[in-house]
């Protein structure tokens, strides 16, 4: 059994991390947008991204002060794009994902983070 693939299990174990995964679906976030969505603090919002990002599930990269975080579609390993892809189709009942979603699309990190 591969180690990586264990990882991406135990990613998406923990509800918060989901909800990251869902929203970073909808488009590319760096951390003060994802914290205000979530309520969380930054130190936790940024071990949430770790854990995503060591596992393959999502990449980052910086933009001026700014890292993004968003989606690894392209991803090499085949359980990796799976469970996106399960993520992707999965959870849209869910009362906390809607209202994430909703707020992702309201977000400003020019007015949260800024600038």
């Known amino acids: 059994m591969k180690n990586d693939r264990v990882k991406v299990f135990k990613a998406l174990s923990d509800p918060n991390r989901v909800r990251i995964l869902k929203m970073v679906l909808v488009r590319e976030l760096c951390l003060c947008e994802v914290r205000d969505v979530l309520g969380l603090s930054n130190s936790t919002v940024s071990k949430h991204l770790s854990i995503l990002r060591d596992a393959g599930l999502i990449l980052d990269s910086k933009d ?51 600038v």
């Open 64 to 114: 001026g002060k700014w890292v993004n975080f968003r989606v690894h579609d392209q991803a090499d390993d085949e359980v990796v794009r799976s469970a996106i892809a399960l993520v992707r189709k999965s959870f849209d009942d869910d009362a906390v994902i809607r209202e994430d979603l909703k707020r992702v699309k309201r977000v400003d990190r020019a007015k949260i983070c800024g």
